[in-house]
Every structure is written in structure tokens, then in C-alpha cells.
């Protein structure tokens, strides 16, 4: 018998936390969350809640960057995996078919009628690395275009057609690709009639500041991408899933048919990391052209049975409880609640987004005394101000929020999907208070400014 025993360990070494990660894994990610006061020590969770050491609950407005979909500990998931689990399946053998991947692919492509065929993998990273292979194989071509402030992944070939410079800067050299500005449908025709472009990777609403494409703008690309024979990769790895209000983001603009759709984060239920690109039939033969080639691409730990059994629990909550359904009527709700404070707060700018992917924007102030702060804080780092929302949130008044990418004043709400009207009520309160102290024109949120100018100053 193994001496093994995971709870008396965690809780002989469960205080060590921070020091572990100092000391073996990234130290600057300790460093980070002590200077912003979110070195909390959370001890269990469920649903949209998490609850520290001193019993506490936390409103959950971030679900792991969009990977808690469903919440954290679903029943339903985490009997599934028990059930794979307690099965004892041979799983990963490596040289037969079990049913499992065939069933996900199965269920997954009822949701995207106009698409055949999935590779399953491991990361969302790993969906864009598949699809760009693809693309590039079935097309013949090497450039892959991408937009400005575009985020696909950290991957090497994922990282090709990362639009954020301060990700890419000294990992060069990259793929062959190039960015052009979200909408700019010249800029995309003028790159196509180079005629050495595979394909177009898109996100229907960019992470980093929560920006939708424009309206028409995916089913222009489409027709222009088509004729020119390259490819429409729509990266759904934070929208799909439902958290737009449409089980995929491009699903908004009649009419899109990507060739290939990259999915992960949320088919994962939180437990089993999995990644999946769904792409046609015509492009898979391409790559798959022979039995020479039958493991051309793969991926060790893809198809996995928990994965997969994972996945398939997934898809059956969101079709039993409605998920959809509820990301659009929650979605437009908190939507509504944070637009009607734009003419109330002059440091709020705007709040946009689909379903229960929302970005806050703040901006200049009018008012002579707003706008100095305002200044000194952009004068020291952009995206101060934003933070100096997000650590009251979480300090004040126990809500987890994230700043929506590196130098932007907006605040990303990525909630689980099954959040309801208590939970907006909740948010929309303490955010309305965050605000009204901002606007005092002192307090704690603008002493906390002054500390985060000195940590940005510091670190020039």
C-alpha cells in the first residue's frame, strides 16, 4: 500500500502556499499578489463562490479566466468523472477507437452543423496550434493574418499571431504572419491579393478589452477569405460555449460559417483540461490524406477519457438547465444595470459586450480635481486606475475581477454562466460604491492609487 495520503499532506503543508510558489514555480506571481493585497487563502468552493480560511464567501466574477463555465464542483461533472473513473477503462491505448471522443465530436458538431470533424487536444493554445497547422497544410500557403490586440495563446505558433507586443517581445523569430485592425476589410483584401495567405484567426469579441467585431465584419471576411482560397478560423476558446448568449460568438452574424473553430476552456467543467478544433471535412482529408499520415498531428494526452467524459457532462447541463438561455436574459441584466451608471459616474466611459463577457472602460474625467488624479495615474502607468477598482472589489467587498489586458482601463467580467440576479445585485452594489468613493475625491481607493504609482515607478 501506497503511504500517499493528499489530505494529510494539504493540511501539513496547505500554510506553505505562497512560499512553494516562491520559491519552485514562478516567483513574481507571489510577489504580484501580495503587493495588491489578493494573497488570500481559499480553502473551498462552489458554484460562483469561493470561501477563504476565515470562512468568508467570495462572489466569483472571473471563473478561472472563463474556464469554470458551469461553476466550480458541478455535480453532474464530477460524477461523471467519478463514473469514467470507477470504470477502469483502457484508456489511451493508443491503437484503437473507444467510444468517448467519438461521442463528444458527436454532440459537439450539433452545434456547428456546417463543420465534420474535431481533433481533440489539450489548452485552448493547443486548438489555435491545430488550426493553424491545418490551415496552413490544406491551403498550401505559410501567412496566417490575425488582428491588432488579437490573444490566441503563448504557444509558439499560437504566440505568431498574439496582437500584444509585450507577450511576443524576445521570443522571436515567429511565424510568418501579419496583423491588420479588427474591421479593416481593405487591409485584409490588399494581404490576400499577396496570394501566400492560408487563413484569417479571428475572435468574434477580443479578450483583451472586450471589443465585438463589427457588425457584418465576419461575413465580409468570409466571402473575401473564400475568394482568395484561404480560411476562416474563428477562436472561440473564451466565447464559445455559450458565454455570448449563443453557443458560439460567431453564431451573432447570420450567415458566418467558419472552416475552423478552436474550443476549450469551458468544455473542460473545470476539472480535465481539453481543447477542441472543429473544422470541415474537406480540410481534414487534406491533412489526414492518407494512412501514412494518420498521426501527422496528435497529442498524448488528447482524447483522454475523463477529458471526454468531462465534455460530454458539460454540454448536458447546458442543455438541461438552459444555459444559453440564462447567459442572455443574466447577460443583458448586469448589462443594463452598469449602463444606466455611465451618467452618474464621469470616470465611467462605457460598457459593452455580449451575453456574460462584458468589459468596463474607464476614461479622463471632466472635473478639475478627477481629472489631476486621473493624470498622475496615467503619467505613472496605463490601467492603474482600473486596478484601483478591482483590489476594493476584492478587499472591500469580496468580488473577484481582472484587469482586461496590461496598460487598458477596463475590467473584464467573465462570471460562470450560471450566475442569476442575486449575483448582479451583488456586483452592481459594491461597484456602485467602488465609484462613489473614486468620485469622492479621496479615500481609500485614491490612496491606493498612490501606492501603486510608487510600485510603477519603482519598476522603471
Known amino acids: 500500500m501506497s503511504g500517499f495520503d493528499l489530505t494529510k499532506l494539504l493540511a501539513e503543508r496547505g500554510a506553505e502556499r505562497y512560499d512553494l510558489h516562491a520559491k ?40 478561472g479566466f472563463g474556464v469554470m463555465g458551469l461553476g466550480r464542483h458541478h455535480p453532474v461533472v464530477r460524477q461523471a468523472l467519478h463514473d469514467v473513473l470507477d470504470a ?17 465530436a458527436e454532440k459537439l458538431l450539433r452545434y456547428a452543423p456546417h463543420l465534420d470533424r474535431v481533433f481533440f487536444g489539450n489548452s485552448g493554445t493547443e486548438a489555435v496550434e491545430t488550426a493553424l497547422k491545418f490551415a496552413r497544410y490544406a491551403t498550401g500557403r505559410p501567412r496566417i493574418l490575425y488582428c491588432t490586440h488579437a490573444f490566441h495563446g503563448l504557444t509558439t505558433g499560437s504566440l505568431s499571431v498574439n496582437g500584444e507586443a509585450g507577450f511576443r517581445d524576445g521570443f522571436a523569430p515567429l511565424l510568418p504572419d501579419t496583423a491588420i485592425e479588427m474591421g479593416d476589410l481593405d487591409a485584409l483584401e490588399r494581404e490576400l491579393r499577396r496570394g501566400d495567405v492560408a487563413g484569417f484567426v479571428v475572435e468574434p469579441i477580443q479578450g483583451k478589452g472586450v471589443h465585438p467585431t463589427p457588425p ?9 477569405l473564400h475568394k482568395h482560397k484561404a480560411l476562416l478560423i474563428a477562436d472561440e476558446v473564451q466565447t464559445g460555449l455559450g458565454r455570448t448568449g449563443d453557443f458560439f460568438a460567431y453564431q451573432h452574424e447570420p450567415g458566418v460559417e467558419p472552416d475552423l473553430v478552436c474550443v476549450a476552456k469551458a468544455l473542460s467543467g473545470g476539472y480535465v483540461p481539453v481543447g477542441a478544433t472543429l473544422g470541415k471535412e474537406s480540410v481534414f482529408k487534406k491533412v489526414y490524406s492518407s494512412m501514412d499520415r494518420v498521426l501527422v498531428h496528435s497529442a498524448s494526452f488528447g482524447s483522454n477519457a475523463q477529458a471526454m467524459a468531462a465534455g460530454l457532462a458539460v454540454l448536458t447541463v447546458m442543455e438541461d438547465e438552459g444555459i444559453v438561455a440564462g447567459v442572455r436574459s443574466t447577460g443583458d441584466l448586469l448589462r443594463s444595470r452598469l449602463t444606466e451608471l455611465i451618467p452618474k459616474y464621469e470616470l465611467l466611459h462605457d ?8 468589459g468596463i472602460e474607464f476614461g479622463r474625467p471632466k472635473s478639475l480635481g478627477l481629472r489631476s488624479r486621473w493624470t498622475m495615474l496615467q503619467a505613472a502607468r496605463k490601467g492603474l486606475f482600473a486596478q484601483m477598482v478591482v483590489v476594493p472589489l476584492l478587499q472591500r467587498h469580496r468580488i473577484l475581477t481582472q484587469v482586461s489586458g496590461d496598460h487598458l482601463e477596463v475590467i473584464k467580467l467573465i462570471p460562470p454562466l450560471i450566475i442569476g440576479e442575486p449575483e448582479v445585485d451583488r456586483f452592481v452594489a459594491a ?12 479615500g481609500l481607493i485614491w490612496d491606493f492609487g498612490r501606492t501603486l504609482v510608487k510600485q510603477a515607478m519603482a519598476n522603471r
Open 351 to 358: 460598457v459593452r459586450g455580449r451575453g456574460l463577457m462584458i
Open 216 to 224: 457584418g465584419f465576419l461575413r465580409a471576411a468570409q466571402e473575401l
Open 88 to 104: 477502469g477503462l483502457a484508456d489511451l491505448t493508443r491503437f484503437d477507437c473507444p467510444p468517448l471522443p467519438g461521442l463528444l
Open 431 to 442: 461597484f456602485t460604491a467602488v465609484m462613489d468613493d473614486a468620485h469622492a475625491g479621496g
Open 24 to 63: 519552485y514555480l514562478n516567483h513574481q506571481l507571489p510577489r504580484m499578489l501580495h503587493t495588491i493585497g489578493f494573497d488570500k487563502v481559499y480553502e473551498r468552493a462552489e458554484g460562483a463562490y469561493f470561501w477563504d480560511d476565515q470562512g468568508q464567501d467570495y462572489l466569483d466574477m472571473l471563473a
